[in-house]
């Protein structure tokens, strides 16, 4: 227990580091080419913030634990939307500040319900399959070729840094400390299974979600702090989409029927309607300040915060 405990300690903490400047040096080669901070947001720190989930995800297939993948997709993504949205509306509505977001974002709220829904009928079929994982490589490839087409900067806002020398370099070696680290964090989890015999899915919901979402909600709570709201709601939706359709393709392609192995929907059905109605409710919020500046409410960021801790009865 106490191996186990320390590898997940030290995997969260290399995670935090690692991300962090998995997503400093991906931002700056990106600026290089002229993408739009929101084009920034929704792929390239979004991508960054979603690798630990690739990886541990990449990890757990190995191992044929396929429910604990679908756990640590779900809990991802409301702890999103619950925690880090919720962390990041509590903030501004302490120091009494408006929120308010480009009317651009509205498409690309609707590529994020369209998301969800497709999430939810593949989770609801058959979320081990080949052709289920085709699908959702498929639709995240359309998605950032849409992003990209509506995503590119004016010629003048193109960043040529020549300050920062060997990014390449170092955003290898960010990406090297990321895979220990999603490898600790799976090592860990699996020893807490093995040793409390809980399920897969309560596993896969709190300690691959919440230790992989950490990036997240570092880099939002941070981006918050200095009034960069559009790149939040950008990496949410981003990661969200990202996790969705990149991190469940992952067990389709290994094409293992085992990992389907006590396998049920009923079980995680009133988690996918929580994942749903939460990303429902940002969606609208977030549609609402496109058309007016709004007080960040208190009352808004504790339904969100909230709502993580509800569902993990449910997970439970």
């Known amino acids: 227990m106490i191996i186990a405990t320390f590898a997940i300690v030290l995997g969260i903490g290399l995670i935090w580091v690692s991300a962090e400047k998995l997503e400093k040096y991906s931002v700056l080669t990106a600026k290089q080419f002229g993408f739009s901070p929101f084009f920034i947001g929704s792929t390239v720190i979004a991508f960054g913030t979603s690798a630990p989930e690739m990886l541990t995800t990449f990890f757990v297939s190995l191992e044929n634990k396929g429910s604990m993948v679908i756990g640590n997709v779900i809990g991802s993504n409301v702890a999103n939307l619950s925690l880090v949205f919720g962390s990041m509306l509590l903030i501004i509505s302490l120091k009494k500040l408006k929120i308010s977001q480009e ?36 639709t995240l490839f359309l998605v950032i070729l849409f992003w990209y087409k509506n995503g590119v900067a004016e010629e003048e806002e193109l960043v040529h840094d020549t300050e920062h020398k060997g990014v390449a370099f170092k955003l290898f070696i960010s990406l090297v400390f990321l895979v220990f680290a999603a490898y600790l964090i799976t090592f860990g989890a699996n020893q807490i299974l093995d040793k409390f015999n809980l399920g897969q899915l309560f596993i896969g919901y709190t300690v691959l979600a919440i230790g992989t979402s950490l990036p997240e909600i570092a880099a939002s709570v941070s981006l918050a702090l200095k009034g960069r709201y559009e790149t939040v709601s950008g990496t949410l939706i981003g990661s969200n989409i990202f996790n969705g359709l990149c991190v469940l393709a992952i067990p389709g392609l290994f094409m293992r029927p085992e990992m389907s192995v006590g396998w049920s929907y009923l079980e995680w059905s009133p988690l996918l309607f929580i994942l ?3 990303t429902f409710i940002f969606a609208s ?20 915060l909230s709502s993580y801790f509800i569902s993990l009865y449910f997970a439970y």
């Open 103 to 138: 009317k651009s974002i509205k498409k690309n709220l609707l590529i994020l319900i369209i998301s969800s829904l497709l999430v939810w009928v593949v989770i609801a079929t058959e979320p081990f399959n080949i052709i289920s994982s085709l699908i959702l490589l498929g």
């Open 276 to 278: 749903f109605v939460i």
């Open 285 to 304: 919020y977030i549609f609402l300040i496109t058309k007016k500046d709004r007080i960040a409410s208190v009352l808004l960021s504790l339904l969100f």
